[in-house]
């Protein structure tokens, strides 16, 4: 990634302006409420008054943001070491060597240095992996077609402790991901356990990403402009920073400040069709820099592949009809990832295009 290639460039209007705005940051919310909490557990009750203003606060962020940062998780500081070690040392490999796991049209998850966003290349590689193995998916993104086929995780044979880091940091957060369900659907006023349903064999990925330094910071982006496809996505970054999001009361774009040991989460797509649009899917993209290389460590959580996302019943009524039609997760998922390996003429398939 040395030489800057054209395919890399942004066009003008798209280029990030390297003084980025530090206006008001995302909510920083503290989670240690919930340290005896589970979705399905009715210990902690909404008399709770410090749970009912944890409910409030998720609520009040998902509205006004779209994003938001929380701390005492509950996920052990070491697993996220250990798998931010093992990242550093998969990515310091050859590209010889790191090309052994690369992802291709049949096999979907593993190592790609060649990704697309809004059909410009970003300045990033990734390793991709599904946190339970295997990903069921539909065989075939077209309708009518009903075969299914399984996405397998490709492991490296260097570093030798990378599989098993992996699968322990993805458990803890697939933890904190039922857990940010549960609050998420009791701040829209439905039960904590109304999303349980649909994540039965969820399609959740994680992903490594290394962004390298970059000679021309202004004229390329780690990641472009997007809105995240699943429901929803933790995101641990290191301490580069370089994720911004687009401020939804101006469209400013603001840069998300790392703050140690907490992780980053946005809403996607699916809350925003579930929600009937009361929640809204943001905007974001990552920026590089000159001097510094930057991990990254997205975790998508993505319902099971026989999902029909649509509208809740229970958000909906005749002065607030669905705003969506129903789409299979599955079919979506499948015509999404088969949109990585080749550039595109026109947009990948998105929600717009089940709107009513």
């Known amino acids: 990634m040395g030489e800057v290639d054209p395919a890399f460039i942004q066009d003008v209007e798209h280029r990030p302006k390297l003084a980025a705005t530090h206006a008001e940051g995302i909510p920083l919310i503290d989670l240690a409420t919930l340290s005896s909490f589970s979705p399905s557990d009715s210990v902690v009750t909404a008399s709770d008054a410090a749970f009912k203003g944890l409910v409030a606060e998720i609520g009040e962020a998902c509205k006004k943001w779209g994003f938001f940062a929380v701390v005492n998780h509950g996920v052990a500081a070491e697993k996220r070491e250990r798998i931010e070690r093992e990242a550093r040392e998969f990515f310091g490999q050859s590209l010889e060597e790191k090309k052994k796991v690369r992802r291709d049209e049949k096999r979907v998850v593993g190592y790609y240095e060649t990704e697309h966003t809004k059909n410009v290349r970003d300045w990033k590689e990734v390793f991709d ?28 044979e260097y570093p030798p402790g990378l599989r098993e880091a992996c699968e322990e940091y993805t458990q803890e957060l697939e933890k904190l991901a039922y857990k940010l369900m549960g609050l998420i659907a009791q701040s ?8 349980g349903e649909f994540f039965k064999d969820h399609t959740s990925f994680a992903r490594l990403n290394h962004y390298p330094p970059c000679p021309t910071p202004h004229l390329a982006l780690g990641v472009g402009r997007h809105k995240d496809s699943g429901a929803l996505t933790i995101l641990a970054q290191d301490d580069v920073g370089g994720l911004q999001v687009k401020r939804k009361s101006d469209g400013e774009w603001i840069l998300v400040k790392p703050i140690p040991d907490a992780f980053i989460i946005n809403v996607g797509d699916i809350i925003q069709v579930w929600s009937n649009d009361m929640y809204e899917s943001v905007e974001h993209r990552v920026m590089v820099n000159s001097e510094r290389e930057r991990f990254s460590i997205p975790l998508f959580f993505n319902p099971s592949h026989y999902t029909m996302v649509q509208p809740l019943k ?5 002065h607030n009809p669905p705003k969506y039609r129903p789409y299979s997760w599955g079919k979506f998922l499948v015509a999404r990832m088969g949109g990585n390996f080749k550039k595109l003429d026109v947009e990948n398939l998105q929600i717009y295009h089940f709107r009513v």
């Open 188 to 195: 829209l006023g439905l039960p904590a356990n109304r999303f």
């Open 129 to 156: 992996f599904a946190v339970r193995e295997p990903i069921v998916v539909p065989a075939s993104p077209k309708d009518g077609e009903e075969a299914i086929t399984e996405w397998i995780n490709q492991w490296p």
């Open 314 to 318: 229970e958000l909906t009524d005749e």
